[in-house]
């Protein structure tokens, strides 16, 4: 059964700073995986999907990578801003055909400006 | 952006009623799903649905019903509401079969308190 882990639970770090979410997942037989971030009280807004074939994803300043035989993803947020206060959560999709997504716990990220 | 809408955004009710929780997407996608997330805690899937009269039960075990009659419009059900299913209930779709790349889009979800 596909496990998703997200390390650090909480970050905390001045504005301007770079720094790096970690997802583990326990069975590399993934399709894709996909970060999203979710404001408190809000749906999740899709940020990043990277497919199994890939080993990285760029949109602006969020770089995410995927090592497939590690079970692995990490999402890179370069300069990060007050704006980008939010609970980043990672998912994978599993090969089979019914499309779900096994999500992680998420890290909850607070940039103090 | 995403076009896929839930309303209500919030409800309050008292036990016993019967509510439905409406999503709506005009992306046309064929699959769409609905999670349940505590505060602060994970998204479990509780339904999903492959198409047009396709229905499924998730990895978490729901009291709640859905149904899928036309493409664009997946509701679900809870026939008595109970303060158990006070939580956030959140709509995804994700895109069509042709294109495959199995992308989520989320709704902004239905934040039900049952009192």
């Known amino acids: 059964k596909q496990e998703v882990t997200q390390i650090p639970a909480a970050l905390s770090v001045p504005e301007g700073e770079n720094l790096v979410l970690n997802c583990s997942f326990t069975d590399s037989a993934i399709y894709n995986l996909q970060w999203f971030r979710q404001d408190p009280g809000k749906g999740l807004t899709s940020l990043l999907l990277i497919q199994s074939s890939q080993r990285e994803q760029t949109s602006g300043r969020l770089n995410a990578s995927l090592d497939k035989s590690s079970g692995r993803s990490t999402l890179y947020i370069a300069a990060s801003q007050p704006g980008d206060s939010a609970t980043y959560l990672c998912a994978v999709r599993g090969m089979d055909s019914s499309y779900k997504l096994i999500f992680g716990s998420g890290t909850r990220l607070l940039v103090r400006p | 952006e995403a076009d896929i809408y839930q309303t209500p955004r919030y409800l309050v009710i008292g036990t016993g009623k019967k509510i439905t929780l409406e999503c709506s997407q005009t992306m046309g996608h064929d699959k769409m799903y609905w999670y349940q997330q505590d505060p602060g805690m994970e998204l479990h899937l509780i339904h999903y649905s492959y198409g047009v009269n396709s229905t499924e039960k998730g990895d978490l075990s729901s009291e709640s019903t859905v149904s899928r009659i036309r493409t664009e419009h997946f509701p679900l059900t809870l026939e008595s509401a109970r303060p158990s299913h006070t939580s956030q209930y959140l709509c995804?779709?994700?895109?069509?079969?042709?294109?495959?790349?199995?992308?989520?889009?989320f709704g902004e979800g239905s934040r039900l308190t049952v009192l």
């Open positions: 995804a779709s994700s895109d069509p079969g042709t294109a495959n790349t199995g992308e989520l889009f």
